[in-house]
C-alpha cells in the first residue's frame, strides 16, 4: 500500500527549506575548499578560525578538560557502573596532566612534539573545537530530510553487506571526509532518536568512524607513500569496509541488542516499492523536513550536545592519551601485546619484520600515528601493510577509543578491545594480500 504523504511536505515552501538547509549541510561537510595554503571542509575551516582568536586554544581546552573531568562528580553520575567509576577517576586525572602541560613541568622528553604537545595540539583541541561548531552545522545534514532520503537509495547496499541502515551511508562519508568525531556525533543524535539500533550504532561507531582522509594523508608522507596516494587511499577505503563487512558477523558485535536507545522501538526503514525508488526517497526526505524543528531550536540543540560530548571526551582525550604514550615510551607492554600478530606476519611472510609488524600493529591501540613512526625505516612491504593496518583498526586510545565512550551507544570497553583485536587480525591478513598481489599489478613498487 503506497504511504500518503501530507500535502504540507509536498508545498513549495518545504521543497524550498529541504533543498536550501540540505545543500548548506552538505556544502559543509562534503565538499573541500582552500583557504590560504589549507584544504580542507568548510567546518574545518571555520574552527581554524575560532581557534584563531587570542588565548583561545589555552583558554578553551583548560576549560574543557577541566570542568569536563568535574562533572561527572557534579552530577552524580560518575559511579553508575565500575567502567564509568574507572573513566571518572582517569577523567580526573586529565586535571594533573593539563597543569604539568601549561606548567611545562616533568621530564624534557614529555614536552617533545610527539608527547604532551601531540596529545594537546594534536587530539584534544581539534577533537573537542570540531564537536560542538560542527554540531552547529550537523543540524542541516541531519534534520532536514537528507538522510531519510539517502537511507532509501542506500538500503540496497547497506543493509546486506553491514547489517546498518541506508542513512549509515552518512556517517561513513562524514568520517572519511571530516573525522571519526563528526561521524560519531552523527551516529550518536540519531541512535538517540530511534533510527538505529544499538547493535547498528555500534557497528557505525566500530566500523565506519576511522580517521579523516587528511590524517592519512600525515601517515603516507611520513611512510613515504603520498607518490601513490590514490592507490592508498582506495586500497585502505576498501579494505577497512570489507573488515567492518566482516565484524559485523562475529562475537561481540553480532550478540549486540537489536532494541533502540534506552530500549525504545526502533524506527523502521522505509521500503520502496518497485520501481518507486525516487519517489520513495523524495516522499521520505520531504516529509521529514516539513516535521523538523525550526532552524534555531535545532541548531541550539545541536550544539549544546556537541559541548556536552566535548566535555565528556576532552579529558579522557588529555589523560588516556597521554597514558597511552608513556607505556608506549616507557614499557614493553605494546612489545608484548605485539606478540599476539606475530604469527600472523610469519604466515603471511614477513619473516624476519615479523616481530616489527607485531610491534607496529599492537601500538595502534595507543594512537594511530606511532606504527608509521616504528616502520618508517622497514621495507616497502611493512610501510604500505603498517600504513592500511593503522587505518583500518578504527580503535585507538589517545581519541577515537574516549570519544566512543563518551557517546550513549551501550558498548563496553571490553567489547571495544575484543574488536579492535579482530579488525587488526584481519586488517594485517587482507592487506599482506593486496599488497602482495595487487600494487605489483597497480605499478606500485614494493
Known amino acids: 500500500m503506497e504511504k500518503q504523504v501530507d500535502s504540507k511536505a509536498r508545498s513549495s515552501g518545504t521543497i ?24 580542507s571542509i568548510p567546518v574545518d575551516h571555520v574552527v581554524s578560525m575560532i581557534r584563531k582568536i ?20 557534579i552530577r552524580k553520575t560518575w559511579n553508575k557502573d565500575r567502567v564509568t567509576t574507572v573513566f571518572s577517576f582517569l577523567k ?20 617533545e612534539g610527539d608527547m604532551l604537545p601531540f596529545i594537546y595540539n594534536k587530539v584534544v583541541l581539534p577533537v573537542t573545537s570540531l564537536v560542538p561548531v560542527g554540531a552547529v552545522f550537523l543540524s542541516f545534514l541531519i534534520n532536514y530530510g537528507l538522510m531519510e532520503l539517502i537511507g532509501v537509495f542506500m538500503r540496497p547496499v547497506m543493509r546486506p553487506i553491514w547489517k546498518t541502515p541506508g542513512r ?11 573525522s571519526y568525531s563528526v561521524g560519531l556525533l552523527i551516529t ?12 547498528e550504532a555500534a557497528i557505525i561507531a566500530t566500523g565506519f568512524s576511522t580517521v579523516s582522509a587528511t590524517f592519512m594523508i600525515v601517515v603516507a608522507r611520513t611512510l613515504g607513500l603520498l607518490d601513490h596516494w590514490n592507490v592508498y587511499f582506495w586500497v585502505t577505503l576498501i579494505i577497512t569496509f570489507i573488515v567492518t ?32 525508488l525516487l519517489a520513495t526517497a523524495l516522499d521520505e ?21 556537541g559541548l556536552n560530548m566535548a566535555l565528556g571526551i576532552g579529558p579522557s582525550l588529555m589523560s588516556i592519551g597521554f597514558l597511552g604514550l608513556l607505556l608506549a615510551e616507557y614499557t614493553p607492554i605494546f612489545e608484548i601485546i605485539g606478540y599476539i600478530f606475530v604469527p600472523f606476519a610469519l604466515l603471511l611472510g614477513f619473516g624476519s619484520e615479523a616481530v616489527l609488524m607485531g610491534k607496529s600493529c599492537a601500538i595502534s591501540l595507543a594512537e594511530m600515528f606511532l606504527p608509521a613512526n616504528i616502520a ?71
Open 376 to 446: 618508517v625505516n622497514a621495507s616497502p612491504i611493512v610501510q604500505y601493510v603498517t600504513a592500511i593496518v593503522c587505518v583500518s583498526e578504527i580503535l585507538f586510545f589517545s581519541a577515537s577509543i574516549p570519544c566512543i565512550l563518551g557517546t550513549d551507544i551501550d558498548i563496553s570497553l571490553k567489547d571495544i578491545l575484543i574488536i579492535w583485536v579482530e579488525r587488526v587480525i584481519l586488517s594485517l591478513i587482507i592487506a599482506a594480500l593486496v599488497v602482495r598481489f595487487l600494487f605489483p599489478i597497480l605499478g606500485v613498487p614494493l
Open 92 to 111: 580526573l586525572l586529565a586535571i594533573p596532566v593539563l597543569i604539568l602541560w601549561l606548567t611545562k613541568t616533568g621530564p624534557a622528553r614529555w614536552f
Open 245 to 276: 563487512a566482516i565484524t559485523t558477523r562475529i562475537y561481540p558485535l553480532s550478540r549486540k541488542p537489536d532494541t533502540g536507545y534506552n530500549g525504545i522501538p526502533v524506527v523502521p526503514e522505509p521500503v520502496p516499492e518497485k520501481g518507486k
Open 54 to 73: 587570542p588565548h583561545f586554544d589555552m583558554v578553551y581546552g583548560a576549560v574543557i578538560v577541566s570542568v569536563g573531568a568535574v562533572l561527572p562528580f
Open 16 to 39: 524550498a527549506k529541504f533543498i536550501l538547509l540540505n545543500l548548506i549541510g552538505i556544502f559543509m561537510f562534503f565538499i573541500t575548499i582552500k583557504i590560504g595554503d589549507t584544504k
Open 168 to 178: 549509515s551511508a552518512v556517517d561513513a562519508v562524514a568520517s572519511f571526509v571530516g
Open 188 to 199: 550518536n543524535r540519531v541512535y538517540k532518536e530511534g533510527f538505529y539500533s544499538t547493535k
Open 285 to 305: 526526505g520531504l516529509e521529514a523536513c516539513s516535521k523538523a524543528p525550526g532552524i534555531l531550536e535545532g541548531v541550539t540543540k545541536n550544539f549544546l550536545d
